[in-house]
């Protein structure tokens, strides 16, 4: 049964349970898609709970972003970084300094 035929019978059901008045054909339809709304949402997430999450995939995108990961992926490791005091001790400004 789809949701027209279900929203239809509901209705009708609305209407009968309410002594079959005249003139309140639109509230009666407006509850029953409102029921069947919560019944689509209920169904929905039940399949949620009852269906396993799948893990979560990167998608690789297009654009700058992408091709600098490639770029830097494809360079060798950078030297390994020196200590400051290294540096100075053997620089020649260090060594005039020490002379002075």
Do not use: C
């Not at 929905?44 to 690789?60: D, F, I, V, W």
């Not at 654009?63 to 290294?86: F, I, L, V």
């Amino acid at each position: 049964m789809d949701s027209l035929e279900e929203m239809q019978i509901i209705a009708y059901h609305l209407w009968e349970e309410e002594g079959r008045p005249e003139g309140k054909d639109i509230d009666h339809w407006l509850r029953a898609e409102q029921i069947v709304r919560n019944r689509i949402g209920e169904r929905s997430a039940l399949k949620q709970q009852q269906t396993p999450a799948k893990p979560q995939t990167r998608q690789s995108t297009s654009g700058p972003q992408s091709s600098r990961k490639e770029s830097a992926a494809g360079r060798s490791s950078p030297a390994p970084k020196t200590q400051p005091s290294q540096t100075r001790q053997n620089s020649p400004a260090s060594d005039k300094r020490k002379t002075k």
